[in-house]
């Protein structure tokens, strides 16, 4: 290291000893102290890891919370950023905040913003990228889906020698001729051929080669499954790693099979079956062997606004975070499958992490919850207008639907709720209030999840 360099380490790492001594958290101030001294900390900071990151559009966080589980089996020394905070000062203060280690290389599994890809590699040529999707989000950001995609490979373009673990079921990373090697994983759970479209708003059905519509054998949710382009032949890459078999399905939980191997995951939902299937496909590539990956999946750690289910005063409160309508209409699918009775809690910001472009709740299948016929919904939050409009336009009647703005007397009213179980659906920056006021009156440790 420089003098330059040793001494933003420091500051930097005094900074967190102090933020998370004191005030109990802190992931991205360090990271901008220690930047602003040194730009180029990285460089210094992450030049004796295998990094792998993890990006794309949803399932960053959970893909790379089992990955970290999945390579421990393995290995003693893996460092992430395990709270989400994945700009380009919170993987400084990831590094910053690392222990000690005697291994020659530990790993590093890097949950990274699509736009800081190439933040991250103008200083570390990572081992491998993990793609997980691309959906529309938080457009005022990063614009349609190419767009974001192409942020993506800027990055990539400064480690061609890295292996891209891929979404295979994902057309548009098959779009493009790179010269990385790739590993692509999907589901291969269907023996029936069907030749089907996906639905007429869906993003990224348009073949790269002659922009006609695909067409699929199957599609699991939005534009992913095993698609074909009947005008040119483009069609779904092999897949080196599959789901191969589909099994019960709860709120809670998933059983699945990858390569014939029989799986089970501790939370709920198709789309997070992807999530594992990525950290199975990381883990293969590290040598960790099925019946460790068995092992790994089969710990039930709850991760940071991802269905974590927190007790308040008697009443099963699951939090999840939402930011899209893929993402939003798929929490939606699984928590419909819910057997017990459940009250709906819909918080929703527009700050700059959230995306200030709330147009999207419109996109989302809120008519769905209509039809539930849930005894009691919420709607909250800086923009809780915007929501509870478009709660009322999807039919939830008014005598069930309470409107409450500030975030304390949501906590409160759930307390009053009638259901034993209740689903806080929330943006990012709503579900950092909520588990603030959760922290402050002691129902977690953290409000970070840290």
Not at 1 to 6: G, I, P, V
Not at 256 to 280: R, S, V, W
Not at 303 to 321: M, S
């Amino acid at each position: 290291m420089t003098l330059r360099s040793e001494i933003a380490s420091l500051a930097g790492k005094s900074s967190y000893w102090f933020l998370h001594t004191f005030f109990k958290g802190g992931s991205s101030l360090p990271g901008k102290i220690t930047t602003k001294i040194d730009p180029d900390i990285l460089k210094h900071l992450g030049q004796n890891y295998e990094v792998v990151i993890v990006t794309g559009t949803n399932g960053k966080t959970l893909t790379t919370a089992l990955t970290v589980r999945v390579l421990q089996q393995k290995y003693d020394d893996v460092l992430t950023n395990p709270t989400g905070s994945n700009m380009e000062q919170g993987i400084v203060t990831t590094f910053l905040r690392a222990p000690k280690t005697k291994a020659k290389k530990p790993i590093a599994i890097l949950e990274v913003d699509e736009a800081n890809v190439i933040k991250v590699t103008q200083y570390i040529k990572p081992k491998a990228f993990v793609f997980t999707n691309i959906f529309r989000d938080q457009m005022d950001r990063y614009g349609e889906i190419y767009t974001t995609y192409q942020k993506i490979i800027d990055g990539v373009a400064l480690a061609p020698d890295a292996t891209i673990i891929a979404n295979g079921d994902a057309p548009i990373f098959h779009s493009k001729d790179l010269p990385n090697p790739i590993i692509y994983y999907g589901f291969n759970h269907q023996d029936q051929i069907q030749d089907i479209k996906a639905k007429a708003n869906t993003d990224g059905v348009l073949c790269p080669n002659c922009q006609h519509i695909l067409h699929y054998h199957f599609i699991t949710y939005s534009n992913l499954g095993s698609y074909f382009c009947p005008n040119c032949g483009f069609s779904r890459p092999e897949l080196t790693y599959a789901v191969t078999q589909l099994g019960k399905m709860t709120p809670k939980n998933s059983q699945f099979d990858i390569d014939g191997h029989p799986y089970k995951i501790e939370i709920g939902g198709l789309y997070n079956i992807y999530n594992a299937l990525a950290a199975y496909a990381v883990g293969r590539f590290f040598g960790v062997s099925p019946a460790q990956i068995d092992q790994a999946f089969s710990e039930d750690k709850k991760v940071f606004g991802r269905q974590e289910e927190i007790n308040v005063d008697g009443k099963a409160v699951t939090l999840i975070l939402v930011k899209n309508p893929v993402g939003l209409n798929q929490v939606l699918d699984m928590i419909e499958t819910d057997s017990a009775p459940f009250s709906f809690v819909g918080l929703l910001n527009a700050n700059y992490a959230d995306g200030i472009d709330t147009s999207w709740i419109w996109d989302g299948n809120f008519e769905k919850l209509a039809a539930l016929n849930l005894p009691a919904y919420i709607t909250g939050g800086e923009r809780y207008k915007d929501i509870t409009f478009r709660l009322k336009v999807a039919g939830v009647p008014s005598d069930k639907h309470e409107i409450v703005p500030e975030l304390p007397k949501v906590l409160e009213k759930i307390k009053q709720l009638p259901t034993q179980h209740v689903y806080v659906l929330a943006t990012y920056t709503a579900v950092l209030q909520l588990r603030k006021l959760l922290a402050d009156q002691g129902y977690i440790k953290e409000g970070m999840g840290q």
